[in-house]
């Protein structure tokens, strides 16, 4: 299996623009986690699906940000405007189910928001 | 302005020595730990878990010890290698109020090998 794959690597975007990140899940996972990890405030869990369906989204930092997860083998992160707070690395994880399994994170996306 | 980061303790350890990783959880509800490695420009990666009906877990070099009563966690590494150098996580798995799951990470702690 390749594992979770997440596209682009690296984005560098000006103030402004949207953005939007790309996931592809472990085949035969259920749930799918997106984070985003940043020096100041470490690793935040935004928002997870279940079943395609999104189950907890307490995490999302404002309504610029949305994420959906059309079918099971796709799911994107959008933000949008962007501003220069939102520069993180954003990971994408998925697991077998959403409690008491282990999750498999992406390598993640770089953003950058000049 | 200075922007202020994440201080993440720092354990240096000799190459051939064993490491002790430590991690305090904070919900006494959690029934699932795991400890994650993540080395520079990666993603985490799964070590090793342990459920809360367990005090102890063991794998290939790194043992793991749950201490329910003081919500503690440790990971130890035997004969720690310079590939060991990397950010160890601590993650616990609760349900939440909203009856959702949410694995809630801790801080890090950055593990460096000494050749």
């Known amino acids: 299996d390749a594992g979770v794959i997440q596209s682009p690597r690296h984005e560098v975007t000006e103030m402004g623009q949207e953005v939007t990140l790309r996931c592809k899940p472990i085949?035969?996972?259920?749930?799918l986690f997106w984070y985003r990890q940043t020096m100041m405030r470490g690793l935040e869990l935004l928002i997870y699906f279940n079943n395609n369906v999104p189950i907890d989204d307490s995490g999302m930092p404002e309504d610029r940000f949305s994420a959906k997860m059309p079918n099971a083998s796709f799911s994107t992160l959008k933000i949008q405007p962007s501003e220069p707070r939102d520069s993180a690395v954003y990971f994408c994880?998925?697991?077998?189910?959403?409690?008491?399994?282990?999750?498999?994170f992406g390598p993640g996306t770089r953003l950058t928001v000049t | 302005g200075e922007s202020v980061g994440l201080h993440l303790p720092t354990l240096s350890v000799q190459e051939g020595d064993n490491s002790i990783i430590n991690c305090a959880y904070s919900n006494s509800a959690s029934d699932y730990f795991i400890w994650y490695k993540q080395e520079s420009g990666k993603g985490p990666q799964f070590i090793i878990d342990i459920r809360s009906n367990m005090d102890k877990r063991q794998g290939q070099r790194v043992t793991v010890l749950l201490n329910k009563t003081v919500k503690h966690l440790s990971l130890q590494i035997a004969a720690t290698q310079p590939g060991d150098s990397a950010v160890y996580f601590c993650a616990e798995n609760a349900r939440s109020g909203a009856g959702s799951y949410q694995l809630t990470f801790g801080k890090g702690t950055k593990l460096s090998v000494i050749p």
């Open positions: 085949s035969g996972h259920n749930s």
């Open positions: 994880a998925s697991s077998l189910a959403a409690g008491g399994y282990e999750q498999y």
